[in-house]
C-alpha cells in the first residue's frame, strides 16, 4: 500500500500582535483580546472562502477560543483539523511553562478530539514529547528536518515543517528550529511562512520537487497572512521597529489560491493516519 504525496497544508490561528514578541508579558485575557480587535474572527471566513473544498490544520491558539468560540466551531463545521498551537503565544521550551498552557486549553482540546500540537516558533525540546503523550496528543509538527521525514519520538508522532534536503540527514533532535545554524547546515526552510514571504511563488519549485520525489511537504501559514489587517499607528511602529518581520506580513492569499490550484493537499492528521496504515500500523 502506497500513499499519495500532497502538501501537508496547516494553519497557525494566531491574534494579529503574536507576530511582535513585545506583546508576550501582556497577561490579562481582555487586554490580549481588545488589542486583537476583533481581527480573529473576522479573518476567519474570508480565509475558509479561499480553502473551498480544500481541507487544511489549524493550529489555534487557545485565547481565541476563549474569546470567540465560533472560532474553533466554524473551523471543525468546515471538515478542517483543529490542533493546538498554543494558549498565549509566547516560547514554550520550558515544560512545566508548556504543562500550564495545555491545561488553559484543555476544554476545547477535548471537545473536538485534537490530537495534534505546534510549538509556538516551531520550537520545542526533546523533554516535551512525554507531557504531549501524557495530554493525549497523538501528533507534533514542532521542528524543521526536510520533506519526507516522519519521527516516532516515544509515544508521539512528528511531522517536521519542511526544509530542503542535506547532505547531513539525520539525527533531528528537538530543538531544530528556523536558525543560522539550519542554514549552515545545508537546510532551507521552505515551508516557513517568512521563507514564503521572501521568495513568494518561487517556494512551489522546491514543492513541485519533493512532490515528483514522492514526498509530502509541510507549509505554513499565518491568518494575517491571508484576510486584510487594517494598518494603524500600532502596527505601523512595531513593523518600523521589525522590519525583519516584514515577510510573514507580505499577503499570501494569492499564493495560497495558486497552491491550491497546482497541488493536493491534506491536513497532517490525515496525512499521518494514512502513512501508519501504508506500514501496516494502527491510526495515531
Known amino acids: 500500500m502506497s500513499i499519495s504525496p500532497r502538501v501537508l497544508l496547516s494553519i497557525d490561528y494566531e491574534p494579529w500582535f503574536a507576530l511582535f514578541r513585545r506583546y508576550d508579558n501582556l497577561t490579562d485575557p481582555q487586554q490580549r483580546r481588545d488589542l486583537d480587535g476583533g481581527f480573529a474572527r473576522r479573518a476567519l471566513d474570508p480565509i475558509l472562502d479561499l480553502l ?163 514526498l509530502s511537504p509541510s507549509i505554513i501559514l499565518h491568518p494575517y497572512e491571508l484576510a486584510t489587517l487594517p494598518l494603524s499607528a500600532r502596527l505601523a511602529r512595531d513593523l518600523i521597529l521589525n522590519p525583519h518581520l516584514l515577510p510573514f506580513r507580505r499577503n499570501k492569499a494569492g499564493f495560497l489560491k495558486a497552491l491550491l490550484e497546482r497541488f493536493p493537499v491534506s491536513p497532517l492528521g490525515a496525512y499521518l493516519d494514512e502513512a501508519l496504515a501504508a506500514q501496516g500500523q494502527p491510526n495515531a
Not at 470567540?68 to 493546538?84: C, D
Not at 484543555?106 to 525540546?125: D, F, L, N
Open 52 to 214: 473551498g473544498d480544500a481541507k487544511a490544520s489549524f493550529y489555534l491558539v487557545g485565547e481565541i477560543a476563549d474569546w470567540y468560540p465560533e472560532v474553533p466551531q466554524k473551523i471543525a463545521a468546515a471538515g478542517h483539523e483543529l490542533g493546538l498551537h498554543c494558549h498565549i503565544h509566547r516560547p514554550l521550551k520550558d515544560t512545566s511553562e508548556l504543562a500550564q498552557d495545555i491545561r488553559a486549553s484543555a476544554h476545547w482540546i477535548r471537545q473536538y478530539g485534537v490530537r495534534g500540537y505546534r510549538a509556538p516558533m516551531v520550537g520545542i525540546r526533546e523533554a516535551a514529547y512525554q507531557l504531549l503523550a501524557d495530554n493525549g496528543f497523538a501528533y507534533s509538527s514542532s521542528i524543521y528536518a526536510p520533506a519526507g521525514v516522519l519521527l516516532k519520538k516515544g509515544n508521539v508522532w512528528e511531522i517536521p515543517v519542511s526544509t530542503t534536503r542535506s547532505r547531513r540527514n539525520g539525527g533531528y533532535a528537538a530543538p531544530r528550529d528556523f536558525t543560522f545554524k539550519l542554514l549552515l547546515g545545508g537546510e532551507f526552510p521552505y515551508g516557513s511562512s517568512f521563507s514564503i514571504g521572501l521568495l513568494g511563488g518561487q517556494i512551489f519549485k522546491f514543492i513541485e520537487r519533493d512532490l515528483k520525489r514522492g
